[in-house]
């Protein structure tokens, strides 16, 4: 082998050692960034549930007020 092929082989070496690595740092941040993702979802998921309990709670409320105006309207008319 010729000088110049032993090095264009060790540059060679050298750039798939580089890719490599910055494929392995590149899998590690999807990764990183796939957990992140997924706790986010999971804290949103959370908040809708809590969302929706409030807003039944809310309807409920609601309802009881419409009653007790309803029932103290009917005695004042009747006392």
């Not at 082998?1 to 941040?29: C, F, G, P």
Request: charged share 40%; hydrophobic share 25%; with cysteine.
């Amino acid at each position: 082998m010729t000088e110049t092929s032993h090095e264009l082989i060790n540059e060679y070496k050298d750039q798939l050692r580089i890719l490599k690595q910055e494929v392995a740092e590149l899998q590690d941040a999807g990764k990183s960034k796939d957990s992140a993702n997924k706790r986010c979802l999971q804290k949103l998921e959370y908040a809708n549930q809590d969302n929706e309990k409030l807003t039944e709670k809310i309807t409920e409320l609601e309802k009881k007020i419409r009653s007790e105006k309803k029932h103290s309207k009917m005695l004042m008319e009747h006392p």
